[in-house]
Each structure stands twice: as C-alpha cells, then as structure tokens.
C-alpha cells in the first residue's frame, strides 16, 4: 500500500511540474506579445490629426541588382492634404519617401499625427496595409499654406481661406481631434480620382 500510495504522489508531482511548466510557457508568449505590440508606434502619442485629400506615387528599389520580382524599398511620392491643430485646418502640399506606401484618406477619414519639426515635417501614422490593428509612421515633408485649407467640392480639389473649412466644421460638428469623425448633416462621401489617388472628402458649400 506504502509502494501504491508513493506511485501516487509520484504521478501526482509529475503532472504538477508539466501544468506548471505550460503555464510558464503561456504566461511567457503573452508577455513577447505585449513587448512586440507595445514596440509600435502609439496613436495617443499623435495628437494632431491629417487628411490625405490626393496623392502621387511610385516605387524605387534602393539596392542594386534587386530583380523587378521583388518588393521595393520605397514608395516616393507628393499630395495635398490639411492638418488639423487646435481646432484650425492647415493645408499643406507634401513630398514623402517611406517604405510603406501611402494612402488617401477615406471619405472624412483622417490619421494620427506629430510634428518631427514644426511647419518642415509631419509624421504620420498609418494602418500597416493587412494588419489595421498595427500603425507603421510616414514622415511628410510639408510646404504649410499659411491661412489656406483643401477641400473637395464637385469632384475636385479647391483652396480656400482655411475661415471658410473651419466655419463648416463647426456647422456640421466635425473636429477630428476630438473624435468626431463623422460630420451630422451631410452626405456620404463618394469617391474620386482623375489621374492621381483621391478620395472625396469635405465639401463646404
């Protein structure tokens, strides 16, 4: 019985050493995921927010004897688009040179951004093309347009006092930096490119 019971004790110990080692193991891959996850860029660290109203690009390859099969290293390009900082619309033209390429934005959509260098250059986040939960940073460098603003109005891009935006902002509740996304009151936008990408975005009236 003594020999049984120390069998016992003995299965007993075996099978608490391998929950316990799952456990360690488990515990080990969430905290890589958390210092992987907590490695990207953090949108709450961005507080300024960018429209992408239209945008050029093309891809280079920045190593010699890369074959036209590969990916290439970077996506250059030029656009315009309008900052949003304390509640005032700044239109900016931009050139840029990133690795990911960039995108318009989506109707009212803006992303997430900082200056690395007040009024020269303005890093942006973007949603990692099939990853959206992850945000990878592209620097834009900015030509500001002191009192102006873009906006869509009837399929293409016009500028204007940034007043004229602003005074629409408000009428329509729409300010980015605080999380309104979406204006009340208007229309879905709609779509448009001619020759460049685009994406339609506000129209004031």
Request: one cysteine or more.
């Amino acid at each position: 019985m003594e020999e049984k019971a120390s069998h016992d004790d003995l299965g007993v110990s075996l099978m608490q050493r391998v929950v316990l080692s799952g456990l360690s193991t488990i515990a080990c891959c969430l905290a890589l995921s958390t210092v992987v996850l907590a490695g990207g860029p953090d949108p709450a660290d961005y507080p300024l927010r960018v429209n992408i109203l239209t945008y050029t690009s093309h891809s280079r390859h920045t190593r010699e004897g890369k074959g036209f099969s590969d990916a290439p290293d970077y996506s250059d390009g030029l656009g315009q688009g309008d900052l949003f900082e304390n509640g005032v619309p700044r239109g900016f033209n931009f050139t840029y040179s990133c690795i990911d390429a960039l995108r318009a934005s989506s109707g009212y959509e803006t992303f997430p951004a900082r200056w690395k260098k007040t009024d020269k250059t303005i890093t942006v986040l973007l949603p990692e093309p099939g990853k959206p939960w992850n945000w990878v940073g592209c620097d834009l460098r900015a030509e500001m347009r002191p009192g102006l603003a873009y906006f869509w109005q009837d399929g293409s891009v016009v500028e204007r006092a940034s007043a004229v935006l602003k005074d629409w902002m408000m009428k329509h509740q729409w300010d980015p930096e605080k999380g309104k996304d979406q204006p009340v009151d208007v229309e879905p936008a709609s779509s448009s490119s001619s020759g460049t990408s685009s994406s339609q975005g506000t129209a004031p009236k």
